[in-house]
């Protein structure tokens, strides 16, 4: 599995970041995509992910209702909208998948990981 995270850069408090991920590799239609993210000095963190086992979609309480998480299956990629930006968004992102299909916010479920793309919002 393969995976490759794009759309990241700065933006003023306030503001919207569409992240993308497109991945390759799976085998099967049961699978699940991950976010994450990771700031200096912290701990990774879950922020949503979209699971086709189940059919679930999460959101970590920090980002709900300001986040979207969403898939375009035809063009491989999974999608992280993010709208009212907040400084403490700030943080490197990526993406992760779990081939058995069952979504969790927890970064040790997910066995493979892109590459990362930083968010930066400016207060």
């Known amino acids: 599995v393969q995976l490759v995270e794009s759309g990241g850069g700065l933006v003023q408090a306030g503001g919207s970041l569409r992240l993308s991920c497109s991945y390759s590799?799976?085998?099967?239609?049961?699978?699940?995509i991950g976010w994450f993210r990771q700031a200096p000095g912290k701990e990774r963190e879950g922020v949503s992910f979209?699971?086709?086992?189940?059919?679930?979609?999460r959101y970590a309480d920090s980002v709900k209702g300001r986040f979207t998480i969403s898939e375009d299956s035809a063009k491989k990629t999974v999608y992280l909208q993010m709208n009212s930006l907040k400084f403490e968004d700030t943080a490197v992102y990526y993406c992760a998948a779990d081939p058995t299909g069952w979504g969790t916010l927890y970064s040790d479920e997910y066995p493979y990981w892109g590459q990362g793309t930083q968010v930066t919002v400016s207060s």
């Open positions: 590799g799976f085998t099967n239609d049961r699978y699940a």
């Open positions: 979209i699971s086709r086992g189940d059919d679930a979609i």
